[in-house]
């Protein structure tokens, strides 16, 4: 309950209590003075006349004393002050009428016999419980009647039975708990009443001062038509509002101000039927620019009807803005997601029930990112509103283009067209988006990636739809910039797979399921296995060895490739310190194991832990890994160098720019990508290529490898364009490390390539270990 004002209760309680106080004893004076005649007139021959006339004398002076008192103050007016005084009388007044009629039955008690006793009985009980009546808002004389009384009326009861009057004595004590339990909850009720009282006096107040305020200040205006609807009364408040004069609205139909619509039409047919209505919506134009006003009104019993109008443009316009902000995206103005979602949502149910066909295409700029950076957001701006743009002017306006967040946009369309035609159109938002955009006098050029899909005769709901298309997209990226791909059911049987391994390469590790194997790496001049390139294998229990090619890039999406790369560098590190020899360990590194601050002192731990040089270590790194470069990933390779750990850049020439890398940070060695060497044997560009690749290392000291080595050919030419080092299958295939053996003629370690293949690379090393002794054991 909010709090009240203390001495605003405490008089309104006084002046409820003197009231009820003085309504029950005007009440109780007449039954007062019988009970005092009857017990004088039946005891007026056995009791002593002198005390009973005294008695009597006494009870009666202290009625007329209230009477005095009480009309003495009008309680209507009285301060709080003069109540609490006049309160202290009463109260005093009332403990001195029950301490008189305290004394006098058991004074009575031993003249009682026969009748007298009923006559006793009778008004003893009626003085006790006319409690109720005189002190139902007196509480504390209440609760002192009550309590001297009770003993009164008991010591009565056992001077006239003795001990056979229990009964009575207890019913008499019944009474008295049930008088005293009564006076409580009289009391409690009395002052929650008055509680309520205030609180409904204060609520009056406040509604009150408000209604004055709103009358003083309101913005609404009072308007009043007559049972044809044509307006009267017309307040100049409501003419200044409308940009008319009175005149000219008196007697003018109320709809003529407004404009044709749904809420007019509704507005009119209110006015016809007579009813009433509240908040209804309708637009004007006053001095040519739309306003919205909002109208309720109630019929009258003279026929007319009455209401108030407000103007709540202001109002409306926010809801508007609102409305669009959360259906349309704010930057180009097409949909958002949540249009979006709703749209493909409806014509997702609408395919099952009409049989109708939607198709999604799925758009997302390739390498967008790029150009926010180098460009500047405000670039960015520019070219995804100019996309948005392009793609509605390819639609018809039934059709929905939607940008669902960064720089992915997506086309709704209802259609029956084979799969010729989608392709088609999807080749269409490839070219426009190809186009060369011109902004603030600089050409820029963008391409886009387009996943499409469709729902058949309604053969799929919003969210398969939108997942066959994401999976179609996907498929788009994997071919590189500025393609698409249409849904198949392939696309999702990968997906599945793709699903299943992501599931169970989370418990490989833990389930003991990873293990390495090396590939050996031999020297080209002597034919002398050099090292070993660590390589991980999943031995998966039901599919078997799966390669690195089908989880290691779900490791990398997923962010397990942390883990996993820290246990290979790990476990090879242990594996290779078992061996003995001065053997070179390759160990790859991804992407996001670059980015990770914890790699060098993980790096530094194992070799550290396992007493092994670290100049015998090599890193490799791919051009993806410089691909994003910043400053963290360039540091965290210089200080793998500072640990004495050698960096290779692996699969060189593949990417976009590796002379850039070779020159932006200091590699120790080169691996050329088997692309070139496939062909080197009949190939003149692949030959003068790698010619280059090694004329270049040479210059910038560094050493080179050449990647998938198959037949001896290869090891020929390659050792004679200046490559230093070679491995593939030829050499030998990964494998684990206890199948190596121990070379101990030559020392180092000894790997048997394929058997197929063994003797074409026996023969060769053969050859290039007898050229080495006829130079006397110098490097060629």
């Known amino acids: ?132 009546l005189v002190h139902r808002t007196v509480p504390q004389a209440a609760t002192f009647h009550v309590l001297t009384m009770t003993p009164s009326l008991l010591l009565t009861a056992w001077m006239i039975g003795g001990v056979g009057a229990w009964p009575t004595m207890l019913l008499l004590l019944s009474f008295a708990f049930a008088l005293l339990m009564t006076i409580r909850t009289q009391d409690r009720h009395f002052i929650a009443a008055g509680a309520a009282e205030i ?34 009364d017309v307040s100049s408040r409501l003419a200044k509002a409308t940009g008319h004069e009175t005149g000219r609205l008196e007697g003018s139909p109320l709809l003529d101000l407004f404009m044709h619509g749904e809420q007019r039409d509704e507005l ?31 019929p009258r ?27 349309y995206d704010n930057l180009t103005g097409l949909a958002n997601r949540y249009l979006f979602n709703e749209r493909l949502r409806g014509l997702a149910g609408e395919t099952r029930s009409n049989g109708a066909s939607i198709a999604l295409f799925y758009l997302d700029l390739d390498d967008f990112k790029a150009v926010n950076d180098s460009r500047g957001h405000l ?21 929905l283009v939607a940008r669902l967040g960064g720089d992915e946009f997506a086309v709704l369309i209802e259609t029956r067209a084979g799969d010729g035609l989608l392709i088609e159109r999807a080749h269409r938002f490839l070219s426009v988006i190809r186009a060369p955009y011109e902004i603030d006098g600089q050409s820029y050029r963008i391409s886009t990636s387009v996943g499409v899909a469709r729902c058949i005769d309604g053969d799929c709901d919003a969210d398969e739809l939108m997942r066959r298309a994401d999976l179609a997209l996907y498929a788009a990226k994997e071919k590189g910039r500025d393609h698409l791909a249409l ?104 992407p996001t194991q670059v980015k990770n601050p914890n790699l060098v002192a993980t790096v530094a731990q194992a070799i550290h832990k396992h007493d092994f040089a670290p100049e015998r270590v090599e890193l490799e790194i791919t051009e993806h890994v410089l691909l994003d470069q910043t400053d963290a990933s360039r540091s965290t390779l210089m200080r793998l160098r500072e640990l004495g750990v050698r960096i290779a850049l692996d699969d060189f020439g593949t990417g976009y720019s590796s002379l850039g890398y ?24 692949s030959k003068a290529i790698i010619s280059s690749i090694t004329r270049l290392a040479d210059a910038l000291d560094m050493q080179t490898t050449a990647e998938g080595i198959e037949n001896r050919e290869q090891l020929d030419i390659l050792r004679k364009l200046g490559v230093e080092e070679a491995q593939g299958f030829l050499v030998g295939k990964p494998m684990p490390l206890e199948e190596f053996k121990l070379d101990e003629e030559n020392g180092g370690l000894l790997c048997l390539p394929d058997p197929k293949l063994s003797d074409s690379f026996l023969d060769y090393r053969e050859r290039r270990e007898t050229a080495v002794k006829r130079r006397g054991g110098r490097a060629a």
């Open 379 to 399: 670039v960015g701006d520019r070219l995804l509103r100019e996309v948005g743009t392009r793609l509605e002017q390819e639609i018809r306006s039934e059709d």
């Open 487 to 590: 849904f198949e059911p392939e696309l999702d049987r990968k997906a599945r797979e793709r699903r299943d391994i992501e599931n169970d390469l989370r418990d490989a590790l833990s389930r003991a399921q990873m293990r390495l194997h090396f590939q050996p790496i031999i020297d080209l001049d002597s034919g002398k296995t050099t090292g070993v390139e660590a390589l991980l294998r999943w031995y998966h229990p039901q599919r078997g060895i799966i390669s690195p090619l089908d989880f290691l890039p779900v490791a990398e999406e997923t962010g397990m490739i942390s883990s996993l790369g820290e246990w290979a560098i790990r476990e090879a590190l242990a594996q290779a310190s078992k061996l003995e020899g001065d053997f070179r360990l390759a160990i790859n590194l991804s």
């Open 1 to 132: 309950m909010q709090a009240l004002p203390a001495d605003m209760l405490e008089h309104l309680l006084l002046y409820r209590r003197l009231r009820s106080f003085t309504s029950g004893a005007t009440l109780s004076l007449i039954p007062a003075l019988g009970a005092i005649l009857t017990l004088a007139y039946t005891f007026w021959n056995v009791a002593p006349k002198s005390l009973l006339l005294g008695w009597a004398a006494a009870q009666i002076a202290q009625l007329s004393v209230y009477l005095f008192l009480d009309r003495r103050l009008d309680v209507e007016t009285a301060s709080l002050d003069e109540l609490k005084r006049h309160w202290r009388r009463f109260l005093f007044l009332q403990a001195v009428g029950s301490s008189i009629y305290v004394v006098v039955f058991p004074f009575l008690a031993p003249f009682a016999e026969g009748l007298n006793i009923a006559v006793l009985g009778i008004v003893g009980t009626a003085v006790l419980c006319g409690v109720l």
């Open 301 to 327: 019993v003279d026929g007319r009807m009455s209401g108030v109008a407000r103007d709540v443009t202001s109002d409306r316009l926010v809801e508007e803005r609102v409305a669009f902000m959360a259906h």
């Open 199 to 232: 609180e409904r006096r204060e609520s009056a107040m406040t509604v009150s001062m408000l209604l004055n305020d709103y009358e003083e200040q309101s913005s609404d205006w009072l308007w009043t038509v007559g049972p044809r609807g044509n307006l009267r």
């Open 662 to 685: 070779l020159r932006s940070f200091p590699f120790d060695r080169i691996k050329i990508d088997r692309a070139f060497v496939e062909n080197v044997t009949e190939d003149l560009h």
């Open 268 to 298: 009119a047919r209110h006015i016809v039927e007579r009813s009433a209505f509240r908040d209804l919506l309708v637009k004007l134009r006053i001095n040519g620019e739309m306003r919205y006003w909002r109208l309720s009104a109630r």
